[in-house]
């Protein structure tokens, strides 16, 4: 029973959605002409229950703006699943939150994606932010365990260790992060997009305020584009604690998680481009099919292998850690190049150019069509480090541009070693 190697899925019940997010991969605002009947959502809930999957998270759009969201939350823990969900806050009430609560819904996300002007700005809703942090008092109030997720881009990343204290006094207990790329939206958007330079900058700043979060207990969950065998992997991946198997293991696409969108089709990751990733849909065959024969569920099945580093190209194929990483994470290579297996958003490669006294850019090259999880391509640079930057970059990130507390200032410095050095 090979298929059981999935456990996770992350469904997105519809695209309909109140916000309308400048850096939004899938697009999202009206449902999707064909989206899924109750009876074939219900029916999808006991498919995923058969071929092993053992925690849900619904996501959107938004997905309380679907009728029955509630009823498939009940389906989904009856089934013996636990059920998650991930929104952006605009529109839960207290009421709202009980019956999530009262239909088995355990753990919520709430997005956070900057202070409010950032934040509002970043979801096309004057307003947002303000509704997003009472949505995380409710929540609180009906007894869900709360988390928030944060998009780390040009706009948000000056503001990260406010945007941390702002979360933590909310009351969120978990803080999931993850590098804007360019899908959808975003893709439509490359100013905010961070620059891999840049990365130089972002990681000594995202691990001294990890490492306050982790000792004032909220666990920071570091996304699928995060890090890679950078001097701050082990404590990020670690969960805090420098554990010897605390760093980047690959991508998971299909090996453990699943992607669905709200038609029906399957995806080993929510966050895959449709087009080149889609496996089948579930009213042409049954997720158990799907899973354990269609190609695009299956590219990573070589994992540990010569054939898990073929796909390879560029720096990724040349580097140290080719077998492990297999390149990071599929989605990220994906976007920025119209196909996977060579990562600009990686930390080890930052400071590899660094050390070569280069540094590498992207620039867009071909526009996205405008679809859902669509993505474009850029063009990739690599030139010297003291090279003159493009003028008129208002947006350009750099550590004098972080905005640290002020009773933050007194904090040690910490010394960390390099995995592999």
Same mark, same amino acid.
């Given at each position: 029973m090979?298929?059981?190697?999935?456990s996770?899925?992350?469904?997105?019940?519809?695209?309909?959605?109140?916000?309308?997010?400048?850096?939004c991969?899938?697009?999202?605002?009206?449902?999707?002409?064909?989206?899924?009947?109750?009876?074939?959502a219900?029916?999808?809930?006991?498919?995923?229950?058969?071929?092993? *999957?053992k925690?849900?998270t619904l $996501?959107?759009?938004?997905?309380?703006?679907?009728?029955?969201?509630?009823?498939?939350a009940?389906?989904?823990?009856d089934?013996?699943?636990?059920?998650?969900?991930?929104?952006?806050?605009? %529109?839960i009430?207290?009421?709202? +939150?009980g019956?999530?609560?009262?239909a088995?819904?355990?753990?919520?996300?709430?997005?956070?994606? %900057?202070l409010? +002007?950032?934040?509002?700005r970043?979801r096309?809703?004057?307003?947002?932010?303000?509704?997003?942090l009472?949505?995380?008092?409710?929540?609180?109030?009906?007894?869900?365990?709360?988390?928030c997720n944060?998009?780390?881009?040009?706009?948000?990343?000056?503001?990260?260790?406010? $945007?941390y204290?702002?979360?933590r006094?909310?009351?969120a207990?978990?803080?999931?992060?993850?590098?804007?790329?360019?899908?959808?939206?975003?893709?439509?958007?490359?100013?905010i997009?961070?620059?891999?330079h840049?990365?130089?900058? *972002?990681?000594p700043?995202? #691990?001294?305020?990890?490492?306050?979060a982790?000792?004032?207990?909220?666990?920071?969950?570091? %996304?699928?584009?995060?890090?890679?065998y950078?001097?701050?992997?082990r $404590?990020?991946?670690?969960?805090?604690?420098?554990?010897?198997?605390g760093?980047?293991?690959?991508c998971?696409?299909?090996?453990s998680?699943?992607?669905?969108?709200?038609?029906?089709?399957?995806?080993?990751?929510?966050?895959?481009?449709?087009?080149?990733?889609?496996?089948?849909?579930?009213?042409?065959?049954?997720?158990?099919?799907? #899973?354990?024969?269609?190609?695009e569920?299956n590219?990573?099945l070589?994992?540990?292998?010569?054939?898990?580093?073929?796909?390879?190209?560029?720096?990724c194929?040349?580097?140290?850690?080719?077998?492990?990483?297999?390149?990071?994470c599929?989605?990220?290579?994906?976007?920025?190049?119209?196909?996977?297996?060579?990562?600009?958003?990686?930390?080890?490669?930052a400071?590899?150019?660094?050390?070569? %006294?280069?540094r590498?850019?992207? #620039?867009?090259?071909v526009?996205?069509?405008?679809?859902?999880?669509?993505?474009?391509?850029?063009?990739?640079?690599?030139?010297?480090?003291?090279?003159?930057?493009?003028?008129?970059?208002?947006?350009?990130?750099?550590?004098?541009?972080?905005?640290?507390?002020?009773n933050?200032?007194?904090?040690?410095?910490?010394?960390?070693?390099?995995?592999?050095?």
């Amino acid at each position: 029973m090979s298929y059981r190697r999935t456990s996770y899925a992350v469904w997105e019940i519809t695209l309909k959605c109140n916000l309308a997010c400048s850096h939004c991969g899938s697009r999202a605002g009206s449902q999707r002409t064909n989206e899924l009947s109750t009876e074939e959502a219900l029916d999808l809930v006991r498919q995923m229950a058969e071929v092993g *999957i053992k925690e849900v998270t619904l $996501i959107g759009g938004e997905a309380f703006l679907r009728p029955d969201w509630l009823q498939i939350a009940k389906a989904i823990t009856d089934a013996g699943m636990l059920c998650g969900m991930t929104t952006g806050g605009y %529109g839960i009430s207290l009421e709202t +939150a009980g019956k999530m609560k009262a239909a088995g819904i355990r753990t919520v996300s709430v997005s956070i994606d %900057g202070l409010e +002007a950032t934040h509002d700005r970043l979801r096309g809703k004057k307003g947002s932010w303000k509704y997003a942090l009472k949505t995380i008092k409710h929540l609180r109030e009906a007894g869900i365990f709360v988390g928030c997720n944060t998009q780390i881009n040009r706009l948000s990343a000056p503001e990260f260790p406010r $945007i941390y204290e702002c979360i933590r006094d909310a009351g969120a207990l978990a803080w999931q992060i993850q590098l804007t790329v360019p899908m959808g939206n975003a893709a439509d958007n490359a100013d905010i997009l961070l620059q891999p330079h840049e990365l130089l900058d *972002i990681y000594p700043m995202i #691990v001294r305020v990890a490492r306050r979060a982790y000792r004032e207990g909220v666990k920071v969950q570091p %996304g699928n584009n995060i890090g890679y065998y950078g001097p701050e992997e082990r $404590i990020l991946r670690g969960r805090g604690k420098e554990y010897e198997l605390g760093f980047w293991q690959g991508c998971s696409a299909g090996l453990s998680t699943l992607g669905i969108e709200a038609d029906g089709a399957i995806k080993g990751c929510p966050s895959l481009p449709t087009t080149a990733y889609t496996g089948g849909n579930i009213r042409d065959f049954s997720l158990h099919e799907i #899973v354990e024969n269609s190609e695009e569920l299956n590219f990573n099945l070589g994992a540990g292998t010569p054939e898990g580093t073929k796909h390879l190209w560029g720096f990724c194929k040349t580097c140290e850690f080719a077998e492990l990483c297999r390149g990071g994470c599929s989605w990220t290579a994906h976007v920025f190049f119209d196909r996977r297996g060579n990562n600009p958003y990686c930390h080890h490669r930052a400071l590899v150019h660094a050390e070569r %006294g280069l540094r590498e850019r992207v #620039v867009p090259k071909v526009k996205a069509q405008g679809l859902p999880f669509d993505n474009g391509e850029f063009e990739l640079i690599v030139e010297p480090m003291d090279a003159p930057l493009p003028e008129n970059d208002p947006l350009r990130f750099t550590a004098d541009s972080i905005q640290w507390p002020e009773n933050w200032q007194d904090e040690p410095e910490v010394a960390y070693s390099v995995i592999g050095g």
